[in-house]
């Protein structure tokens, strides 16, 4: 007989009133797909991706206590000639929470590779890392939903008889394992865009190191044209000096001044101009 309940709570209650002796709490705390079974009882644990959101079963002889989000009722409709086969209450019972469960993990593997196409363009490494542990949580739990599936078709489970829906249990089988091919592809992937975050990072430090370039090699230029006329300057400060050698040749100094800081404002330009075009190149590279 099947038992559905809401909330975990209310399924604890009706378990200890079936006189079933189970902690329940400890196999709640766990953030693996869970299955256990022995002759008298089995139980299953799905956590689900949402809020709060799970699926716990304790399946007996007789009766099935189950928790789960939806209306599993409507589902078993559909297999309502396999119902009446024996141990087929508690056999489709437990198909179906396997199949709404690789339906929960499917749909949140599908959100993760619409994050990684956006990261992409712009991989930022925080949100890489931050996607990269989601699928790591979330290839570890089809795995664990991958396991029971083999577990329930080669181990003699009182309570599940595989030949009542053994085309759509080997369906079943397939996809979990597809999904599970999936997220372990998409973890190279991660590998991958790692790689063009620290790439990007590098480039964005080139950039700002010749930005850096640029601007010393300015004030290296303004410092050189500053200091020619100062030297030049200082020197006719120095009375002895200019009363003896540069007061006849005042000219010649002006023109020497001129001249120099001409040749100086000549020479940084070019070489600025030669440090914009190099750092023109290493862009167009790196593109």
């Known amino acids: 007989m099947l038992h559905q309940f809401e909330n975990v709570e209310e399924m604890k209650n009706a378990l200890v ?47 099935t206590f189950i928790c789960i989000p939806s209306n599993i009722n409507n589902s078993l409709k559909k297999y309502r000639n396999l119902l009446k086969k024996k141990g087929g209450e508690s056999t489709l019972i437990t198909f179906l929470m396997l199949k709404a469960t690789l339906k929960n993990y499917s749909e949140q593997f599908l959100k993760i590779r619409d994050i990684m196409d956006g990261l992409e363009t712009r991989p930022v490494i925080d949100k890489i890392e931050e996607v990269g542990l989601a699928l790591r949580r979330l290839t570890d739990k089809i795995e ?42 998409h973890i190279y992937r991660i590998a991958s865009l790692r790689t063009r975050s620290e790439m990007q990072s590098n480039k964005e430090l080139n950039d700002t190191m010749g930005r850096l370039t640029v601007i010393i090699t300015i004030l290296t230029i303004v410092s050189i044209v500053v200091a020619i006329p100062g030297t030049i300057g200082a020197i006719f400060g120095i009375p002895a000096l200019s009363e003896v ?22 020479l940084g330009f070019a070489y600025w101009k030669s440090l914009g075009l190099k750092y023109k190149n290493n862009n167009s590279k790196n593109l």
Do not use: M
């Open 17 to 63: 009133s079936a006189k079933i002796e189970r902690d329940v709490d400890s196999v709640l705390k766990l953030d693996l797909p869970f299955f256990d079974y022995d002759d008298r009882l089995s139980i299953i644990y799905f956590p689900l991706y949402g809020d709060n959101a799970k699926i716990l079963a304790a399946i007996t002889k007789k009766d």
């Open 144 to 185: 664990g939903l991958v396991e029971i599936i083999i577990v329930l078709k080669q181990k003699d489970v009182k309570q599940f008889d595989i030949k009542i829906i053994n085309f759509d249990y080997e369906i079943l089988s397939t996809e979990a394992r597809y999904w599970l091919e999936r997220c372990r592809s």
């Open 245 to 266: 050698y540069f007061r006849s040749h005042t000219n010649l100094l002006v023109a020497v001044l001129v001249i120099a800081t001409s040749l100086s404002i000549i």
